[in-house]
């Protein structure tokens, strides 16, 4: 057995054992229902950030949705870009493509 100083209080008397035990039990059941609570709260919270976001982030329909565009002519890929101001192409620009 262990017989260090942090050995645990341990009553001789059977009541005593009994009532440490049964306080035992009630301490961890309440520590689950705490648990519990607790999950539901972050659970709720979360769905409702989530519905929230979702909210948000929906746009309204578009002012002109009956006005259509011209289609790309073929060959023609539509798109948005960014132009990156970087160091110098490795490429010779004599042997590009045209």
Do not use: C, W
């Not at 057995?1 to 039990?25: C, D, Q």
């Not at 289609?71 to 192409?89: D, H, K, L, R």
């Amino acid at each position: 057995m262990f017989y260090g100083p942090f050995r645990a209080f341990r009553p001789r008397h059977p009541l005593a054992r009994l009532l440490s035990g049964v306080l035992g039990i009630i301490a961890v059941l309440a520590l689950i229902a705490v648990g519990m609570f607790a999950l539901a709260a972050l659970a709720i919270g979360g769905g409702l950030l989530l519905l929230v976001n979702a909210f948000r982030s929906a746009r309204p329909p578009a002012a002109s949705s009956n006005a259509q565009t011209a289609p790309a002519p073929p060959g023609v890929i539509e798109g948005e870009f960014t132009v990156i101001q970087g160091a110098a192409s490795t490429r010779d620009p004599s042997t590009a493509a045209h």
